[in-house]
């Protein structure tokens, strides 16, 4: 009786810090991240050279703020 008790209170104990709840939501957000810092340095390349006059920065700013805008 003894042992079966201490089995299951380890058994339930151990798998605690184990689960994966959420890590789903972590991987998301770094994804997010990625892209956005990715994102980021297009835009601040594009605005100290000469490449289509700062149109490739441009161009993203207003595609992201209408696809923002049409979320609301």
Do not use: C, P, W
């Not at 209170?9 to 957000?29: D, I, K, N, P, S």
């Not at 991240?33 to 289509?52: M, R």
């Amino acid at each position: 009786m003894g042992y079966r008790l201490m089995g299951r209170l380890h058994a339930t104990f151990v798998g605690v810090g184990r689960r994966q709840e959420g890590q789903g939501t972590v991987e998301y957000v770094a994804l997010i991240l990625l892209v956005a810092v990715v994102l980021a340095g297009v835009v601040a390349a594009t605005k100290k050279s000469s490449i289509g006059a700062n149109a490739i920065g441009e161009t993203i700013i207003k595609k992201l703020k209408l696809a923002l805008d049409s979320v609301k």
